[in-house]
């Protein structure tokens, strides 16, 4: 819902008598919307920070929740609301809640009309998401993601980076990007990838890859891959704890237990304190590459099997092929 101006004849926007009663909320200065569009909504604060900074560019986590993006929700991993950046080439505005300013360079190829609203394009707005989050690993989760929507890959914004020598969180952007990837499908998966690189240093790690045995027969898709040592990492999360999906994940964790890979999960509760999981996983690796012998498994895809574990791949598919085999990703 876009925010609107006062209307002294009600047609067009509230009234100012309307203003102050329930049926109508402030969403910046002089622009309201009705009470029950919902304020927490990511999608609805874009929209009200773009109205309320007409001439600004929306940027970082924003354009892709504009865009719909599944995990730019507008939360920080602690769960607080983020404001919407915009990019402004002259400031004259006091600070509001709800949205940042920032005045940083902004060519004329980075922006773009999306969907009535003026914004940065993906690579300029992960490389801004990135270059200001919190820490590295926050970074590494934000370009994952965008990974995830296929709107930018690793080549394009390492590119883009290489023309940022001096800018803020450049060195962070840097660095993350050594450790993004394209195939990770929701933060959890990345957050446990980046405890396996970093307490353990497992570093032959390969995300959402499909296994197939020696006969060409697709075993599975796990979350993570220790390609040297043969484990299976899988984060379970509320869905994966009854019904069908817990039968399918009991199913699937025997397939590839009967391949000789070992299999380690991760909890929310060990999103708290990792250090539970590390151990389990030191566990299993132990007791994988004591048993290693003659493999049965391997990651090398038949001929038939068409790939999309990058960014490039996934964008020469076509529509349906998109629908067939993407649909788990999107899950």
């Not at 299993?284 to 049965?296: D, E, N, T, V, Y």
């Amino acid at each position: 819902m876009r925010p609107v101006k006062i209307d002294p004849t009600g047609e067009s926007g509230p009234t100012r008598r309307q203003t102050r009663g329930r049926a109508w909320r402030r969403s910046s200065r002089g622009l309201y919307v009705p009470a029950d569009v919902d304020a927490s909504d990511p999608q609805q604060r874009v929209l009200e920070a773009a109205t309320a900074v007409p001439e600004g560019y929306i940027t970082g986590w924003a354009t892709f929740a504009w865009s719909g993006a599944r995990w730019f929700d507008g939360f920080d991993h602690t769960g607080q609301l983020l404001p919407v950046p915009i990019v402004v080439h002259e400031n004259r505005r006091a600070t509001q809640a709800g949205y940042v300013i920032t005045q940083e360079r902004l060519s004329p190829r980075h922006d773009r009309e999306l969907d009535g609203i003026l914004g940065t394009d993906p690579t300029r707005s992960i490389a801004f998401e990135a270059r200001y989050a919190t820490d590295l690993a926050d970074a590494v989760v934000a370009l994952d993601m965008a990974m995830a929507t296929d709107l930018v890959s690793i080549r394009e914004v390492a590119a883009y980076t290489r023309s940022l020598n001096g800018w803020t969180g450049v060195p962070q952007l840097r660095e993350a990007l050594l450790h993004a990837v394209e195939n990770s499908w929701s933060p959890m998966e990345t957050e446990m990838r980046l405890i396996w690189v970093s307490e353990l240093g497992i570093h032959r790690i390969v995300c959402n890859h499909p296994v197939f045995d020696l006969a060409g027969n697709h075993v599975g898709t796990p979350d993570l891959l220790d390609v040297e040592a043969g484990v299976v990492g899988e984060y379970d999360g509320a869905l994966h704890l009854v019904g069908r999906q817990r039968a399918h994940d009991i199913k699937r964790e025997a397939d590839f237990r009967r391949l000789g890979l070992e299999y380690v999960t991760m909890t929310a509760a060990d999103r708290r304190d990792p250090s539970n999981f590390v151990r389990r996983t030191q566990d299993a690796r132990q007791r994988a590459l004591l048993a290693q012998g003659a493999r049965a498994w391997t990651i090398e895809p038949p001929a038939w099997w068409t790939p999309t574990t990058t960014v490039e791949q996934r964008r020469a598919l076509s529509t349906d092929q998109r629908v067939r085999f993407l649909r788990r990703r999107s899950a």
